[in-house]
């Protein structure tokens, strides 16, 4: 983020895993957290993260309409 001379808030992580979430989290970045047939975890996360999406599709629609 210093390379690109931005602040975090203005990042968007996209991330399927619990290191993703924490990495983010603790970075104060904003998350797209990609929900995943196969985990049943991510429930807890629907409150904390920026975006909870199903399909990598719907980054171009974020990204346009947020960044």
Request: glycine share 2%; net charge negative.
């Amino acid at each position: 983020m210093t390379e690109l001379r931005t602040e975090p808030e203005n990042v968007l992580y996209i991330g399927d895993s619990d290191s993703d979430f924490e990495m983010t989290h603790n970075a104060g970045m904003q998350m797209a957290f990609i929900k995943r047939q196969d985990r049943v975890s991510e429930f807890h996360y629907k409150e904390v993260v920026s975006y909870l999406i199903k399909d990598l599709l719907e980054i171009d629609k974020i990204i346009k309409s947020k960044f």
